[in-house]
């Protein structure tokens, strides 16, 4: 049987990585008021403070290496033909940990997009010489292209993700609170069509009682000890 495999992460997959996660204790919005940093008003108001705060997460994510955990799901998409990874993060660190297909469903951290044009491109500088930067094509003022509170998700990222996890015989969620919607539905989704859910977390989250298997490790651990038990029970089963 070819084993249909879907993996939502989140911010605790990078969290090994030195790149502090959002909630919990030592979060960013432990520190930071969410909406005075990641709103489409907070970037109309003072798009220079805002700025300040994406080009020093930038720079923290640029020195920044992949993990055990990302490379372990990179491995997995070589190992599995049908594998789709889903992730809420914007660091780019699946992909720098050779991840190829990645849905990104919170934008990207180093895409920058004119407010006013429809200029965007990658852009890996950090820290930015400028700030806010401008549009090398128009002037007008360039934003980061990650989705803020308030806005919607890319369609057709969203949409595949809905497939994928509709589609899964297994649905592995690694470093996520669940508490996001709508990725944190997507496992939800899945579970309703049938699909086995793994759960890799140090801690509990509100999706912990739709799990089969908790893995209550960091991702490092957490993901091998899911990639062994999907690679001796489940794809037997
Ligand atoms: P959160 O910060 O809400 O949750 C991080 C989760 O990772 C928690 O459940 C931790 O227990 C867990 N965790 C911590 N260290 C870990 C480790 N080493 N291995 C595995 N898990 C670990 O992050 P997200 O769920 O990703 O939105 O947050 C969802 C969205 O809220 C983000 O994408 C962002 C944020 O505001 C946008 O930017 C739109």
């Known amino acids: 049987m070819r084993l249909r495999i879907a993996v939502l992460t989140g911010a605790g997959i990078s969290a090994e990585s030195g790149i502090p996660t959002f909630r919990g204790a030592g979060g960013l919005w432990e520190r930071y008021k969410l909406e005075e940093l990641a709103s489409p008003e907070a970037f109309r108001r003072d798009p220079k403070l805002v700025w300040e705060w994406y080009d020093y997460r930038r720079l923290k994510i640029k020195e920044a290496e992949p993990n055990r955990g990302h490379r372990l799901l990179a491995s997995m998409e070589e190992e599995f033909p049908n594998f789709t990874l889903i992730t809420q993060n ?6 720098r940990a050779g991840s190829k297909r990645v849905i990104e469903l ?3 951290i180093w895409k920058l997009r004119c407010t006013r044009c429809t200029y965007e491109d990658f852009n890996y500088e950090a820290p930015l010489k400028v700030l806010p930067p401008a549009c090398p094509s128009c002037g007008g003022l ?3 292209g990650v989705v803020w509170f308030g806005e919607s998700l890319p369609i057709d990222a969203l949409e595949e993700a809905y497939r994928a996890a ?5 649905f592995l ?13 997507l496992p ?5 069509r049938g699909a086995y859910l793994i759960e890799v977390n140090p801690e509990e989250t509100p999706l912990s009682p739709y799990m089969d298997t908790c893995i ?3 991702a490092s651990v957490g993901v091998e000890k899911a990639l062994e038990l999907i690679r001796s029970h489940l ?3």
């Open 173 to 185: 969620v690694v470093g996520t609170s669940g508490m996001v919607y709508p990725a944190a539905q």
């Open 166 to 170: 509709k589609a899964s015989d297994v």
């Open 142 to 144: 360039l934003r980061p």
């Open 235 to 237: 794809q037997r089963a």
């Open 90 to 95: 914007v660091d780019g660190l699946h992909q």
């Open 216 to 218: 209550r490790e960091k």
């Open 188 to 192: 939800i989704e899945a579970k309703e």
């Open 106 to 108: 919170h934008g990207n």
